[in-house]
Nanobody, 124 residues
Framework: VQLQASGGGLVQAGGSLRLTCGAS????????MAWFRQAPGKDREFVAA????????YYADSAEGRFTISRDDHKNAVYLRMDNLRPEDTAIYYC??????????????????WGQGTLVTVSS
């Protein structure tokens, strides 16, 4: 599965963005999908994830209540809606996929497929 993230950009604090993760090659229907991010000088960290059935969603504490993950398997796309953005949300955002099933937040080592990132910059 080849993943490609898009939708990043420059936004003022309090603004919104929607990131999109598309896939080429195999469909990711049935895959567990996630978003991670990496801020300058920091480790890559979990942001949000959604199960293949959409019944389970997971959010980092920093994303809870502001970010929403969703998927549309017909369009082979996963979205991350980000509202009320803060300067500390500035990072490269990566989409990720794994054929496994998770009942808790995945770690970096759990993820099999990674896309290239899209940069989100939030100005104060």
């Amino acid at each position: 599965v080849q993943l490609q993230a898009s939708g990043g950009g420059l936004v003022q604090a309090g603004g919104s963005l929607r990131l999109t993760c598309g896939a080429s090659g195999n469909s990711f229907a049935g895959y567990f999908m996630a978003w991670f991010r990496q801020a300058p000088g920091k480790d890559r960290e979990f942001v949000a994830a959604i199960s293949w059935s959409e019944s389970d969603q997971y959010y980092a504490d920093s994303a809870e209540g502001r970010f929403t993950i969703s998927r549309d398997d017909h369009k082979n796309a996963v979205y991350l809606r980000m509202d009320n953005l803060r300067p500390e949300d500035t990072a490269i955002y990566y989409c990720a996929a794994d054929p496994g099933h998770f009942t808790s937040v995945p770690t970096l080592a759990d993820i099999q497929y990674w896309g290239q990132g899209t940069l989100v910059t939030v100005s104060s």
